[in-house]
């Protein structure tokens, strides 16, 4: 299957999804930072990079897309809790960033998503250290979920203004 390095600073959350993973026929790596992250990537470029955005004192808004300056974003799967309409946009539109999901997400339809950015990604295997991947298709489209433009609702169909009581927070 496919080489997936797991960036989150939840260690339950991490444990739980390379573990699932791992059972799916992955081979999945670890990273609570990005620093971490960065290492991981120069030792082995995965097929795919799943990635929370709010490690503490790092943050995805800055940090893929220095990733990304230094040429070692990989085909990228935002998983996060943290997302609002503005951040769905910016990494929708970001290149190396495949899709976006919001947390909570269920073990069935995070693999579908995994699977789905892997197929658009063409990707078949893990590379080695340092040899180029193929180049991600021009912003081919990445099932988001319900689409964002005029729309209020993030990638995997959650209102950013629904509390998880479902009363409106606006």
């Not at 995965?46 to 230094?70: K, N, Q, T, V, Y």
């Not at 290149?95 to 976006?100: F, L, S």
């Not at 193929?134 to 203004?161: E, I, K, N, Q, W």
Request: hydrophobic share 40%; charged share 25%; with cysteine.
């Amino acid at each position: 299957m496919a080489e997936l390095l797991l960036v989150d600073n939840d260690p339950r959350i991490v444990e739980l999804i390379a573990w699932f993973l791992t059972k799916r026929g992955h081979h999945v790596r670890t990273a609570t930072s990005f620093a971490q992250a960065r290492e991981r990537i120069r030792e082995l470029a995965p097929d795919l990079m799943l990635s929370d955005i709010d490690l503490g004192f790092e943050h995805g808004r800055e940090e893929l897309p220095a990733l990304a300056r230094e040429k070692l974003l990989p085909p990228t799967l935002v998983v996060s809790g943290y997302l609002d309409r503005e951040l769905a946009r910016l990494f929708a539109t970001m290149p190396g960033i495949v899709g976006v999901i919001a947390k909570p997400v269920g073990m069935a339809e995070l693999e579908t998503r995994i699977q789905g950015c892997l197929e658009i990604c063409g990707t078949a295997g893990a590379q080695a250290p340092g040899e180029p991947r193929a180049p991600l298709p021009a912003r081919a489209h990445v099932p988001f979920g319900r689409d964002l433009p005029g729309g209020r609702d993030l990638p995997g169909g959650r209102d950013p203004s629904a509390r998880s009581d479902g009363e409106r927070t606006e």
